[in-house]
């Protein structure tokens, strides 16, 4: 039985080992000659003015990252729309508990002040 996923097996280290190759044979042949101008900070060709290290509020990594997941899982109901017509009550069933699960992280999320922009 094992020589049937010999094929998915090569397959897979293939996949892990590819990639290490192309990373070092890169790294192996690419110009090694800093200088202070490679070196020097870049953004968009001017010299920075006042402290390079700004510091954001995390509330507003934590309101785009909640928005990110929201986003990603509408994606999910879309499919489930366009066949609603074709499923079954336990597929109807599933979409309840889904959205359910979404209502409590999003409860959650304004509990703990996750959705407070100020």
Known sequence: M???YAGVGVFFLI????PLILL???WLVRPKRPSP????TYECGLETQGPTWV???ISYFLYALIFVI???ETVFLYPWAVKFQALTLFAFVEMIIFIGILVIGLWY???EGA???L
């Open 2 to 4: 094992l020589q049937n």
């Open 15 to 18: 996949a892990a080992i590819f």
């Open 24 to 26: 070092a044979t890169a």
């Open 37 to 40: 101008e490679k070196l020097s």
């Open 55 to 57: 510091q954001f509020k």
């Open 70 to 72: 929201f986003d990603v």
């Open 109 to 111: 999320a304004w509990k």
């Open 115 to 117: 959705l407070e922009w």
